[in-house]
T-cell receptor
Framework: AQTVTQSQPEMSVQEAETVTLSCTYDTSENNYYLFWYKQPPSRQMILVIR??????QNATENRFSVNFQKAAKSFSLKISDSQLGDTAMYFC???????????FGKGTKLTVNP | DTAVSQTPKYLVTQMGNDKSIKCEQN?????MYWYKQDSKKFLKIMFS???????INETVPNRFSPKSPDKAHLNLHINSLELGDSAVYFCASSPGWGSWEKLFFGSGTQLSVL
């Protein structure tokens, strides 16, 4: 079974600085998808960024980018120019090729300080 | 307009009661889901329906019964509530089965069983 591990329960960063959230996963599959979701205090889950395993190029969405290391099974999220509105829980998630279900990590609570 | 709406947002009830949580999506999606987020923020899928047909049932106690009267609605009924059922329950939808990159979550229902 696939597992997703986020080793940082909590992190903090100063506004305008850069922070990296870690995620590792375990799978025997070759094709799969990885996601980062954001859950602000409003509790709504919001898709931040996704990466297809067959793509070597790291995904980027504005201030959010990933460092995808397939061999190491690592998928970290970098947030540049952190903003107060980035304060939230961040969840890494994995989906196998069968698209049966999304497996989530336990989350990292990020606080952006003014 | 809210894409995925759940009611109620908060639900406090006594052990042994029966309660329902309603979910509606106005996105025209074919697939809907129920997720449970426990006190440690761990998010796990419970059920998935595609075109009103049950696709995923993740070893959830049979006290939990989802009902999908049409593609736009997926309600969750819980019988004989137990303390361990206390959690935040999220409804979600996606355009079709496997469209995880277009997964929209509701804002959650916080269930507290006393």
């Amino acid at each position: 079974a696939q597992t997703v591990t986020q080793s940082q329960p909590e992190m903090s960063v100063q506004e305008a600085e850069t922070v990296t959230l870690s995620c590792t996963y375990d799978t025997s599959e070759n094709n799969y998808y990885l996601f980062w979701y954001k859950q602000p205090p409003s509790r709504q889950m919001i898709l931040v960024i996704r990466q297809e395993a067959y793509k070597q190029q790291n995904a980027t969405e504005n201030r959010f980018s990933v460092n995808f290391q397939k061999a190491a099974k690592s998928f970290s999220l970098k947030i540049s120019d952190s903003q107060l509105g980035d304060t939230a829980m961040y969840f890494c998630a994995f989906m196998g090729p069968g698209a049966e279900k999304l497996v989530f990590g336990k989350g990292t609570k990020l606080t952006v300080n003014p | 307009d809210t894409a995925v709406s759940q009611t109620p947002k908060y639900l406090v009830t006594q052990m042994g009661n029966d309660k329902s949580i309603k979910c509606e999506q106005n996105l025209g999606h074919d697939t809907m889901y129920w997720y449970k987020q426990d006190s440690k923020k761990f998010l796990k899928i419970m059920f998935s329906y595609n075109n009103k047909e049950l696709i995923i049932n993740e070893t959830v106690p049979n006290r939990f019964s989802p009902k999908s009267p049409d593609k736009a609605h997926l309600n969750l009924h819980i019988n004989s509530l137990e303390l361990g059922d206390s959690a935040v329950y999220f409804c979600a939808s996606s355009p079709g089965w496997g469209s995880w990159e277009k997964l929209f979550f509701g804002s959650g229902t916080q269930l507290s069983v006393l």
